[in-house]
């Protein structure tokens, strides 16, 4: 073959290093976030906090050309401030026979706000020293911390106290074991490289006694093996009576009987009458399935908005949270060492290279809160009535509607919308909550998925126990309403929300 040259002429798309890096910070989560801050600062030394910065005017930002943005990156130029405290979000309760809802069918669904702990600063208290600040720093003891303080408490012997400490190590965030005793010697032997038999039978009988220990503590319930056992321990201090001995034995055999609130079965297979069931169930739901629930770390459950929606007029005020905006600046000393140096030796490229980056990522996080604010209020402008009226008044939405109106794009949008929150009259959600298909009613209009789900909890919430509503009855109710729905649709959007059927729901 003879060798021959040849031109060609292209177009392709090359995203810039400082576009990559936009892009990469506007799908971050706030925590992930000041992550990302954190190793920077420690990477750049031009880049420092800013801890008297103010606030970037971002309804300036809109208006600057790029030519004035790569004025305001002069050193000394910050990032964010100090504002409100984080809120919080309470935890579900228990049900089914793997401690989720078998006490109940509706537990909380995923669709609904997350609702705030009460915040100092929320309500317009700025005393950061006072009691409720101080509590707030106080770290939550966590389960095991807990069950060690009982154990230096107790006159065990060495061998005792260090199998109870080893089963306190194997609890997980529930209290319950993390595996059988035999999986638990089998972790252990390996560790201590023990090969005989005969010690790891030994051993096996040592955490057998160390769990009688560790059962016999606070909280009760805690070193089960299961939901059964962990109900089983806290029923064992109740006054002996018949309805303790039928709730011990639903416990040990007969927890799936409950969870379908089978009465008749139940009482079949106790041999107990309804009455004595009825009483038994409700020493069972008195209990706790999840022991290790009251320890779990507070910071954990916390999330903090990305933006605060407030009542202003007659309309909606849309801002950013101060508190989440990182506090950055080009640091003064190393910048004017940099200028006063140029034309010198080459080593200084290098330098003005970490200069330029510590100032494209100030940049960045400036356009990414900037994004953030405007498709927020794109979404509050479309969603004014669920402002006003809460999750029945919401309109459908996608996520082309914002990006047309922003001219951005749709993925840009979906990155913007992922793992944002924003707080509102009606608590804290994900900026994904607004955004909702569309069903048809008679009217000829169309009503957001959204909306309808709150009207399936509206039915359910109302329904009567001893008859609750099956799919075909919500979906004649919502037809009723003029939203055309078709059954397995209200189931889709039922299990959605984590309500349970019909026959689960239905009271004993």
């Known amino acids: 073959m003879k060798p021959t040259l040849q031109v060609r002429l292209s177009q392709h798309l090359a995203l810039t290093p400082q576009l990559q890096q936009s892009i990469r910070l506007l799908q971050l989560s706030t925590l992930e976030l000041h992550q990302e801050v954190e190793q920077m600062l420690e990477q750049n030394p031009f880049l420092e906090p800013e801890e008297d910065a103010t606030p970037f005017d971002y309804s300036a930002a809109e208006k600057t050309t790029p030519s004035q943005r790569e004025e305001q990156d002069a050193p000394g130029s910050a990032v964010g401030e100090g504002g409100d405290e ?10 089914t026979t793997e401690r989720d809802d078998w006490e109940n069918g509706t537990e909380r669904d995923d669709f609904d706000g997350i609702r705030e702990l009460p915040s100092g600063n929320a309500a317009g208290n700025g005393d950061e020293d006072g009691p409720d600040a101080q509590d707030r720093n106080t770290p939550t003891p966590t389960l095991q911390d807990h069950l060690r303080t009982q154990l230096s408490g107790m006159r ?4 005792d106290a260090a199998a109870v400490q080893v089963l306190i190590e194997s609890l997980d965030d529930d209290g319950y074991l993390d595996g059988t005793l035999e999986e638990i010697v089998e972790r252990l032997a390996d560790a201590l490289g023990l090969t005989d038999d005969e010690a790891r039978e030994d051993l096996l009988g040592q955490l057998r006694c160390g769990l009688k220990w560790l059962q016999s503590m606070e909280p009760a319930g805690v070193g089960a093996a299961n939901l059964g056992d962990c109900l089983a321990l806290q029923l064992r201090d109740t ?27 139940l009482a079949s297979a106790t041999g107990a009458d309804e009455a004595t069931v009825k009483a038994a169930q409700a020493l069972i739901v008195a209990c706790e399935p999840k022991p290790g629930r009251p320890f779990a770390r507070a910071e954990n459950l916390i999330v903090v908005p990305d933006v605060i929606v407030m009542k202003s007029g007659r309309g909606w005020k849309v801002m950013l949270n101060p508190d989440v905006m990182p506090k950055l600046r080009v ?7 940099v200028r006063g140096q140029r034309g010198g030796a080459s080593g200084n490229a290098g330098l003005s290279a970490r200069l330029q980056e510590a100032r494209w990522f100030i940049r960045n996080i400036q356009q990414r809160f900037d994004t953030i604010l405007r498709v927020s209020q794109a979404i509050v402008e479309r969603q004014k009535n669920f402002f ?9 939405l996608v996520l082309r509607e914002i990006a047309d109106e922003l001219g951005l794009h749709e993925s840009t949008i979906s990155r913007v919308t992922t793992a944002k ?3 509102t009259p009606f608590g804290t959600f994900e900026l994904k909550y607004f955004f909702g298909s569309s069903l048809n009613t008679d009217a000829g209009g169309n009503a957001s998925s959204t909306a309808v789900r709150a009207l399936i909890k509206q039915f359910v919430a109302a329904e009567n126990t001893a008859k609750p509503l099956s799919d075909s009855q919500i979906a004649d109710m919502l037809e009723e309403q003029g939203i055309q729905v ?11 929300l984590k309500i349970a ?3 689960l729901r239905k009271a004993m």
């Open 86 to 95: 984080p809120s919080g979000m309470d935890s579900a309760d228990f049900g």
């Open 156 to 159: 065990l012997s060495p061998t």
């Open 239 to 265: 006054p002996a009576c018949p309805a303790r001995e039928c709730a011990l034995t639903i416990c040990r055999q007969h927890l799936e009987l409950l969870a379908r609130r089978d009465l008749k079965k």
């Open 331 to 337: 640091s003064d000393v190393y910048a004017q060492a």
């Open 388 to 396: 006003t009226h809460g999750e029945i008044a919401m309109k459908p």
């Open 421 to 423: 929150y924003m707080n």
């Open 486 to 496: 078709a059954r397995r649709t209200v189931a889709k959007y039922r299990e959605a």
């Open 501 to 503: 059927p019909a026959n």
